[in-house]
Every structure is written in structure tokens, then in C-alpha cells.
């Protein structure tokens, strides 16, 4: 998939078939995420790749916003040193694992932003890290409607060399 395309279509995906994801898929959508530029090359993410069903359903149970992730066959925790940038940086590697994964059919969703403490004991996360996000991957139960998204128009967004003035 081109990668505007990849942009251009990705929705937040909630509902999982029960299929795995192959492990080259895996590697690349963890590979997008290590890939990814950060401030000053400080590279601030840690990612805990989770296959284990019975991890993904305490996943589940510990963010509040997001108890699909019990039923996707594979999560990446995203967790961050306590720096300037980290919470930056990992986002951007967020969404690069979120595009790659989007590209190979595979679907997710940020699940979490804060209130994660308790994932730290279960994943045996050092003290000095902080979890900023579960992604549950999984290729998704029903076809997604590919570009059909709601958003707000160009020219209400961009601005051309001042605000207030339209970019078209």
C-alpha cells in the first residue's frame, strides 16, 4: 500500500478475528516503531510484544478504555523513559506501527494515555519507565470502509501563511 493510502485509510479497529498475525508482519510492524526518527536520536520507547492469551486478557482488564485488547491476538505496550521528548517520540512510533500494520490488512487502536500503572507489574517493567499506550493488533472482524472518515476540511485546519487565512 502507498503510504498516503496507508494514511489516507486507517481507521481504529476494535474487533479481532481470531487469526494470528504472521511473525514477519509482527517483526515489521515492531521494525516501524524502532525505525522511527526521535529527538536527538534518544530512541526513549520500549516496546513489549504480548501474544499470550492470558497476558492480552489481563491487558483487557487493566485499561479501561479498551477491553477488546482480551481478544486480539497480539498487543504491543509502548512504554517510555521519563524524558523531555519521550511522550513525542513514542507517539511517532505509534503511528508508524499502526501505518505498517494498517499496510499488511492488520488493524488497532491507541488503547490508554495514563492510568496504566498497573500493566508495569504485570509486564515487570523497571520503575524508571512509564507505559504510555496497549496497541491490540488484529485483522479486523468485519471489511472497514477504507477512506470513509469523518474530518473537518482543509481549509478548516490549514492556514496559508497566517491564520485565518484558508490554504486550498
Excluded: C
Amino acid at each position: 500500500m502507498e503510504v498516503f493510502d496507508a494514511i489516507r485509510t486507517l481507521l481504529a479497529v476494535r474487533a479481532y478475528q481470531d487469526k494470528p498475525i504472521p511473525d514477519d508482519v509482527v517483526r515489521r510492524i515492531v521494525e516501524a516503531g524502532r525505525l522511527t526518527g526521535s529527538g536527538m536520536n534518544r530512541q526513549p520507547w520500549h516496546f513489549v510484544v504480548v501474544r499470550d492469551k492470558n497476558t492480552l486478557g489481563r491487558l483487557g482488564s487493566l485499561a479501561s478504555s479498551g477491553s477488546y485488547t482480551a481478544q486480539a491476538p497480539l498487543a504491543v505496550v509502548v512504554a517510555t523513559d521519563k524524558t523531555r521528548f519521550a511522550v513525542s517520540d513514542a507517539s511517532r512510533a505509534i503511528q508508524s506501527m499502526l501505518l505498517a500494520a494498517w499496510a499488511d490488512g492488520v488493524g488497532s487502536n491507541w488503547v490508554g494515555f495514563g492510568g496504566l500503572e498497573q500493566v508495569k507489574d504485570l509486564l515487570g517493567l523497571p520503575a524508571g519507565l512509564e507505559v504510555l499506550a496497549i496497541l491490540p493488533f488484529g485483522y479486523p472482524t468485519r471489511p472497514v470502509g477504507r477512506g470513509k472518515k469523518q474530518r473537518k476540511a482543509l481549509r478548516e485546519v490549514a492556514h496559508l501563511e497566517r491564520y485565518g487565512r484558508p490554504f486550498e
